[in-house]
T-cell receptor, first 113, second 116 residues
Framework: DQQVKQNSPSLSVQEGRISILNCDYT??????FLWYKKYPAEGPTFLIS?????DKNEDGRFTVFLNKSAKHLSLHIVPSQPGDSAVYFC????????????FGKGTRLSVIA | DSGVTQTPKHLITATGQRVTLRCSPR?????VYWYQQSLDQGLQFLIQ???????AKGNILERFSAQQFPDLHSELNLSSLELGDSALYFC???????????????FGEGSWLTVV
């Protein structure tokens, strides 16, 4: 039973364009959402997060949007750069309980120069 | 460099054997998490310790066990190994107990386990 779903295993985008990575969740108790980025042979690194009290959080080229009614979040990268090529994991947690981070299976982003 | 150190980086062992994976959290972090990543799978949560006590348990097999020591380092013990246990095992740490804004979870580079 996957509580966090990333339905696109891979995505290719041209350099300079927008990359949009999507994530759906099923557990309505989740109220804290994160994106992690992973390069080969490295551990995941935290990228950006959003609490359920917000619907948007921006950090430089990265913006996360949260649609609570649809149980959907997305990560926008603008403009995309070749160095953004990595696997992106969506994760969620319920802050009210002792719920660890639940991760999706990841989306491999390739930014083509 | 996240500050989370995992050893060994790579390990090859035979079915039926027992191995121990070690994790040193970031300095000052009280929480340690263990995750398993198998081929084509996301990061599966195994177990969390907070300041020496078990905090949360995920899909951890009975053949697996973990502990956090007084110096806050943690070990994950995997026994009676099977081929399907081959995976990348990540340790992560954070300063506080629960995932929340301001309590970033930092991951180590992982320990690759291959069971043959």
């Amino acid at each position: 039973d996957q509580q966090v779903k990333q339905n696109s295993p891979s995505l290719s985008v041209q350099e300079g364009r927008i990359s949009i990575l999507n994530c759906d969740y099923t557990n309505s108790m989740f109220d804290y959402f994160l994106w992690y980025k992973k390069y080969p042979a490295e551990g995941p690194t935290f990228l950006i997060s959003i609490s359920s009290i917000k619907d948007k959080n921006e950090d430089g080229r990265f913006t996360v949007f949260l649609n609570k009614s649809a149980k959907h979040l997305s990560l926008h990268i603008v403009p995309s750069q070749p160095g953004d090529s990595a696997v992106y994991f969506c994760a969620a947690s319920a802050q009210s309980g002792n719920t660890p981070l639940v991760f999706g299976k990841g989306t491999r982003l390739s930014v083509i120069a | 460099d996240s500050g989370v150190t995992q050893t060994p980086k790579h390990l090859i062992t035979a079915t039926g054997q027992r191995v121990t994976l070690r994790c040193s959290p970031r300095s000052g972090d009280l929480s340690v998490y263990w995750y398993q990543q198998s081929l084509d799978q996301g990061l599966q949560f195994l177990i969390q310790y907070y300041n020496g006590e078990e905090r949360a348990k995920g899909n951890i097999l009975e053949r697996f066990s973990a502990q956090q020591f007084p110096d806050l380092h943690s070990e994950l013990n995997l026994s009676s190994l099977e081929l399907g246990d081959s995976a990348l095992y990540f340790c992560a740490s954070s300063a506080y107990r629960d995932p929340a804004p301001g309590n970033t979870i930092y991951f180590g580079e992982g320990s690759w386990l291959t069971v043959v």
